[in-house]
């Protein structure tokens, strides 16, 4: 399956951020790391 249908089937929106403009991508990156704060505690305690 690809990547793009998995998300439809799944009522992702998959959003592609433009290149060469890092910052365009903060939320995702502030999102990712409050999944990886959130697993780490539920893992380590």
Do not use: Q, S
Request: proline residues 4%; hydrophobic residues 30%.
């Amino acid at each position: 399956m690809r990547f793009d249908m998995i998300c439809e089937a799944n009522d992702i929106e998959h959003r592609l951020t433009k290149p060469n403009h890092p910052w365009t991508n903060g939320r995702v990156e502030r999102m990712n790391c409050t999944i990886k704060d959130a697993t780490v505690k539920r893992i380590h305690y």
